[in-house]
């Protein structure tokens, strides 16, 4: 597709305009009827330059916000208020420690040293084919830092210490932790149903 003179204008073939009766060549995309969202860009149309024009000037972009949300998207400074990435307390790095937990620096380091531990003793049970647990269960192990001589009662304190140590009412509404505490709460559930811990 190359790019005209007009800004947005795509020459392509065959493509007509989407405006009824209309037999222009659609140059021109805009929104379709399903917007672009978790499961990819979304639908397009394609419009000749008049029809673009109309549609354009007919779109509202706040359509089906509240008056909140609206103020929220007019502000200054909308959409710098989410983190990425890349710029979040553990750069997107699992089991890094909040250092604000820790009141010294090698006790955040010890921390993290005991979490890669543990997941590597979780894998050592699984290349040793530990028969109590399935494959799955293996990996829910090491997301919970379990060895595979835990018990029943070992999961159920393991699962309530990391619970509060990830829930965001436990560190001051920080979301950070959410995905990792979702993993806790999935192996947990995988875990309790373990024929081993029957």
């Avoid at 932790?177 to 999935?186: G, I, K, N």
Wanted: proline share 5%.
């Amino acid at each position: 597709m190359k790019q005209d003179k007009f800004h947005g204008r795509v020459a392509s073939k065959g493509q007509e305009c989407n405006a009824a009766g209309c037999r222009e060549p659609g140059e021109f995309r805009a929104p379709g009827p399903r917007g672009a969202g978790f499961d990819g860009p979304g639908d397009y149309r394609w419009f000749c330059l008049d029809h673009v024009r109309a549609f354009n000037s007919q779109y509202d972009w706040f359509a089906g916000m509240s008056a909140d949300e609206i103020l929220a998207a007019q502000h200054p400074a909308a959409g710098w208020a989410t983190e990425t990435r890349a710029f979040r307390a553990d750069a997107g790095v699992d089991g890094v420690p909040r250092w604000a937990d820790f009141s010294d620096p090698l006790d955040a380091i010890g921390s993290r040293a005991a979490d890669i531990k543990a997941r590597a003793r979780g894998r050592s049970y699984a290349a040793a084919g530990d028969s109590r647990f399935t494959p799955r269960e293996r990996e829910a192990l090491s997301v919970m830092g379990l060895a595979g001589d835990a018990d029943r009662v070992r999961l159920r304190k393991r699962y309530s210490e990391l619970v509060r140590r990830y829930h965001p009412d436990r560190n001051g509404g920080d979301r950070s932790q959410e995905a990792r505490l979702q993993r806790v709460v999935d192996a947990y559930q995988v875990l309790r149903k373990a024929a081993a811990f029957a």
